[in-house]
């Protein structure tokens, strides 16, 4: 498969230097041909297909890194993680890069250095917009799981669509990002998911009005 001739430049830049094979930090970068046929052997998951994803490593742990071609994501980097949570971890092909060399440099694994909260979309209103689209959608959920930590949580209608929704891990899942970035703005969210019929929720929902409440 071809790739986007916008990638041209980062292939240059990781042929130069130690970016494949270290797999003690976790860092085994590709080339375009492995890149197209990774790219192609995961194509028809769910997260690569909405995001135009294109893989950028393959570190033999089941996880890779992927550039985001389209969607309101266009240009970051995604972690799509087999037995954690996916998310986009780096607003740039520049910051993962800089990323993978500090994990060389401190001998340390790459997925240890993500930063705790993934980087805001910068198109808040699109993003907003297309995970209303994917609600309801075949692979929708999955994906949708995977955009939250991107939004600002700014659009409360969105959050309080999401809580109501009847697949209880989005409700869940919101509560969980208003526990990691509390605002006193979103106290009736968490007030909501504490009514939720779904106990994960309502605990979920009790964690994110505690961290609302030690806001000063």
């Known amino acids: 498969m071809s790739l986007p001739v916008e990638l041209d430049p980062w292939f240059a830049r990781i042929a130069v230097g130690d970016h494949a094979g270290r797999l003690d930090v976790e860092l085994n970068l590709l080339d375009r041909a492995?890149?197209?046929?990774?790219?192609s052997f995961l194509a028809v998951h769910p997260i690569v297909e909405a995001l135009g994803g294109i893989v950028l490593d393959d570190p033999e742990t089941s996880n890779h890194h992927l550039y985001a071609s389209r969607s309101?994501?266009?240009?970051?980097?995604?972690?799509l993680a087999h037995d954690d949570d996916s998310r986009v971890v780096y607003a740039s092909l520049d910051d993962f890069l800089?990323?993978?060399d500090d994990a060389k440099r401190r001998q340390t694994w790459l997925s240890e250095l993500h930063p705790a909260c993934s980087p805001i979309a910068a198109d808040q209103a699109g993003l907003s917009r297309?995970?209303?689209q994917l609600l309801g959608s075949p692979g929708g959920h999955e994906v949708v799981m995977a955009l939250m930590p991107s939004l600002d949580l700014g659009d409360t209608a969105l959050l309080r669509r999401l809580v109501t929704d009847p697949d209880f891990f989005l409700g869940e899942a919101v509560a969980?990002?208003?526990?990691?970035?509390?605002?006193?703005?979103?106290?009736?969210?968490?007030e909501l998911c504490m009514l939720h019929p779904h106990p994960q929720v309502v605990s979920a929902g009790r964690l994110a009005a505690?961290?609302?409440a030690k806001l000063r």
């Open 210 to 212: 505690r961290a609302i």
């Open 72 to 79: 309101p994501l266009r240009g970051s980097v995604f972690y």
């Open 130 to 132: 297309w995970i209303g």
């Open 98 to 100: 800089a990323a993978a």
């Open 176 to 190: 969980v990002e208003i526990e990691k970035r509390p605002s006193r703005a979103l106290g009736i969210v968490a």
């Open 34 to 39: 492995q890149a197209a046929e990774w790219t």
